[in-house]
């Protein structure tokens, strides 16, 4: 199954709004507090003619998607917009600057931009950002940050998409001829090799299910059946997912524990425990393939799709051998990356 939506953000974002509006999903605790309003522009003095401009529009996206990796080896100048409010410790420090911005693309002209990075124009910095490039002439770049669905968002119009590898690149593609595809690996699986320690660690035999109740692409139905039938057969913990706050989420997990399934507190770092990880889909898996850990999918009667996913990213199904660690390049993608925006690659 290819991409749903190839080129239209608008209709992609209609879906998303759609999957939004069904009842229980997303409806959270009313604890959150608004962000503060505007955007603010970080900007960094180097040497030579580069000036990098780099968007980073969430906190989570900024450290999956290894953007702020790429600062260190960016030689010329760098700028960086963000919302107001998302505190990166990459962004601070005496040789920094920080300057309040209206909207992401105000005052963008002035700065002598030479290339543009972003996580992809589904957000607001990313989409301003984007169109900015676009009608001046600017190249632009999307670094991939997660494993691909058919539900992932399209790419914006002539783009170079810097990809973990060529499948992932054809994949999100989708036969478009305004997208150009570099294959760089991907940021946060190359740093989790090399934060291995090499040798095998000393497993606690309980798995731990890894919840995606709130994951938008796939049916809560699925992902429910799933955790509860893993749970049950192998006594594994139960970790709620990112978002498994709403009212529908929290009646799931009430069910979980009248069965018998202990949940694992989500603060918990994941990355610090040494057990089996099982998921529908996740890119925690290839993660923990990574650091040595055994890793499957679980599924029953799921979405084509997500079989389809399985083969892409070569993640294996629970009662055979784990998931193999995906391969690792030598190099550094966040250098890959700044090698290219600076034209040097």
Known sequence: MALIHPRSLERWQEWR??????????????????????????????????????????????????????????????HVVTPAGLVLEELSGPQWQHRRLDGPAAGLDELGITSVLTLGWHHEVGRELHAWARETGIPGAVV???????????????????????????????????????????????????????????????????????????????????????????????????????????AAHALLRRRGIELQDPSTPLEGQERPVVAVFSADLLEAAVRGRPAWVHAPRAPAWVAEQWERYGMRRTGGEPTPAPAVGADEPARLIAQILEGSA
Do not use: K, N
């Open 144 to 250: 991939q940050h997660d494993v691909l669905t058919p539900f992932a968002p399209p790419l914006p119009p002539e783009i170079t998409l810097l990809a973990w590898t060529e499948a992932d690149g054809r994949f999100h593609r989708a036969g478009r001829d305004d997208v150009e595809v570099r294959v760089v690996g991907s940021q946060r699986l190359w740093q989790a090799g090399h934060d291995a320690s090499g040798t095998a660690p000393e497993l606690d035999e309980r798995p731990v299910f890894l919840g995606q109740l709130a994951q938008l692409e796939l049916p809560r139905r699925v992902a429910l059946r799933a955790a509860h039938s893993y749970c049950r057969e192998t006594g594994a913990l139960y970790r709620p997912g990112p978002g498994e706050a709403d009212r529908t989420s929290r």
């Open 17 to 78: 709004s759609s999957r939004r509006r069904v009842p229980g999903i997303h409806r959270a605790l009313p604890t959150r507090t608004a962000p503060p309003a505007g955007y603010v522009l970080h900007s960094r003095e180097g040497e030579g003619p580069a000036r990098t401009l780099l968007g980073i529009d969430t906190a989570e996206g900024a450290a999956h998607g290894g953007v702020p990796a790429v600062l260190p080896y960016l030689h010329g100048s760098a």
